[in-house]
């Protein structure tokens, strides 16, 4: 059973930075794509940042851009989410997702509505 295991969340003071980490849980499987989504209480979930495993292709939704970078350790098996400067807005629940195949690409909304597997979610909270 393929697990996404996320983490590296936690609480911080706007200005500060994360490190996320999504790790996937075996290696037999080797996904296409991975993105992290973020969600809070009563909004719709927002694509953040999407990657094409072992390329260089990344996607930013425009909020994020410059402050995020997306990477990936193949070694690992695990996709990573920096995070500075971060907002009070930044304050969510995030997720990470894997998309089994390279149809379609990588772009953020397509790793969101053809994703294989979801993470349980990790915890960021930005004060001011």
């Known amino acids: 059973q393929v697990q996404l295991v996320e983490s590296g969340g936690g609480s911080v003071q706007a200005g500060g930075s994360l490190r996320l980490s999504c790790e996937v849980s075996t290696y037999t499987y080797r996904p296409a794509c991975m993105g992290w989504f973020r969600q809070t209480p009563g909004k719709e979930r927002e694509g953040v940042a999407g990657i094409n495993i072992g390329g260089r292709n990344t996607y930013y939704v425009d909020s994020v851009k410059g402050r995020f970078t997306i990477s990936q350790d193949n070694a690992k098996n695990t996709v990573y989410l920096q995070m500075n400067s971060l907002k009070p807005e930044d304050t969510a629940m995030y997720y990470c997702?894997?998309?089994?195949?390279?149809?379609?690409?990588?772009?953020?909304?397509?790793?969101?509505?053809?994703?294989?597997?979801w993470g349980q979610g990790t915890q960021v909270t930005v004060s001011s």
């Open positions: 997702a894997a998309k089994s195949s390279a149809n379609l690409g990588c772009y953020i909304a397509a790793i969101e509505w053809y994703a294989s597997f």
